[in-house]
């Protein structure tokens, strides 16, 4: 039995209430939106109190005041890649060009990964997010991505890699943390930043906007997490540990209960004319982008600092930016279990 929630103040009760539990969820014959079952040491297949200890580890890699020491590396990644997208010539594909790599040399800066790993370790991301995949082909990639973590380990034994080598069971958490932070620290940006530049494009009185007035970029970006979607549909699916009355439905005991978080904030009870891009809504919109509660995600203050200096860079630097082709609908995944663009062409000089 599963309950899928679409209101906000409901999604927001199901994400904070330790009723609904994620590591009840984390098994085969419980409803998901994507096929895979995750180790149970993942920190997103586990409730408090071990989440809170996996948590403890990462937390420091994205406090404040470490996030805010990045900016200026950050910053001239993102002039770096513009100059070279502008270099090639136009169009380009932005996506190829600047966005993902833009998130992926972020997220392996923050956690030193060398650079020699990689293409593999972003590969074995793809391998591990296919819609298609089986308990075979994901096992044998998760299996992959934890020989190359303990490669890296030998390159550079510090941080996350320096945790390595304590005990077996330290090792299978550290190790399925790296592999989360790694491959959603590159995916979740990129998908949200290539899709967040198409809809500035698409209606370009939105870029104009932002060209003109680049104060706004920050609120723009909330409304931005609000507006596009980003992860699973319906995020991730929890199981009811007792009966829980969830507004006009009583949740009985061990149903799983998936929480959209993409419908919530399109929910016009809480955002006036929810299916329309606004840009200059208010600077704390109550989105649900980085999830609520136990689970809120670790890397949301990066996250915020990539989008707002990669659209100060585009903005500045590229002030004419547009789609190639006005009526370009954008290249499309298929086979993911998350909406993302693969292909987004663009040029910046006019005729």
């Known amino acids: 039995?599963?309950?899928?929630?679409?209101?906000?103040?409901?999604?927001?009760?199901?994400?904070?209430?330790?009723?609904?539990?994620?590591?009840?969820?984390?098994?085969?014959?419980?409803?998901r939106l994507s096929t895979e079952v995750l180790p149970s040491a993942a920190i997103l297949a586990t409730d408090p109190p071990r989440h809170t200890g996996l948590r403890t580890l990462i937390a420091p890699m994205f406090a404040p005041r470490q996030v805010a020491a990045m900016e200026?590396?950050?910053?001239?990644?993102?002039?770096?890649?513009?100059?070279?997208?502008?270099?090639?010539?136009?169009?380009?594909?932005?996506?190829?060009?600047?966005?993902?790599?833009?998130?992926?040399?972020?997220?392996?800066?923050?956690?030193?990964?060398?650079?020699?790993?990689?293409?593999?370790?972003?590969?074995?991301?793809?391998?591990?997010?296919?819609?298609?995949?089986?308990?075979?082909?994901?096992?044998?990639a998760r299996a992959e991505c934890e020989s190359l973590a303990r490669a890296m380990a030998t390159e550079n034994p510090t941080g996350l890699f320096g945790l390595l080598g304590e005990s077996a069971e330290a090792d299978e958490e550290v190790l399925n943390l790296i592999i989360a932070c790694l491959i959603g620290g590159r995916g979740s940006p990129t998908v949200f930043l290539s899709s967040a530049v198409f809809a500035l494009l698409r209606e370009p009185h939105h870029f104009r906007h932002l060209v003109e007035r680049p104060e706004s970029i920050p609120a723009a970006v909330e409304e931005l997490l609000r507006f596009v979607p980003v992860g699973v549909g319906g995020g991730f699916t929890r199981v009811a540990t007792v009966d829980v009355q969830l507004g006009p439905v009583l949740v009985r005991t061990g149903d799983a209960v998936i929480p959209a978080m993409h419908a919530a904030g399109r929910d016009p009870c809480v955002f006036d004319d929810p299916d329309t891009l606004v840009l200059d809504r208010e600077a704390r919109l109550p989105h649900l982008a980085f999830g609520h509660g136990t689970h809120y995600c670790v890397?949301?203050?990066?996250?915020?600092?990539?989008a707002r200096i990669a659209l100060e860079t585009l903005t500045t630097r590229l002030p004419g930016l547009r789609l190639a082709d006005p009526a370009d609908p954008g290249t499309w995944r298929t086979g993911r279990v998350v909406r993302s663009l693969e292909r987004l062409d663009v040029a910046w000089t006019r005729d």
Do not use: Y
Request: glycine content about 8%.
């Open 72 to 140: 200026p590396a950050v910053t001239a990644l993102a002039l770096r890649l513009v100059d070279e997208l502008v270099g090639g010539g136009e169009p380009a594909d932005i996506v190829a060009g600047f966005t993902e790599p833009f998130a992926a040399a972020v997220v392996c800066e923050i956690f030193g990964v060398p650079k020699s790993f990689r293409d593999q370790v972003f590969a074995l991301g793809d391998a591990l997010t296919a819609r298609d995949a089986t308990s075979e082909s994901l096992a044998a």
């Open 299 to 306: 890397g949301a203050g990066l996250a915020r600092l990539e």
């Open 1 to 31: 039995m599963g309950w899928l929630v679409t209101d906000h103040a409901l999604v927001r009760k199901v994400l904070a209430d330790s009723r609904f539990s994620r590591e009840l969820a984390n098994q085969p014959r419980v409803a």
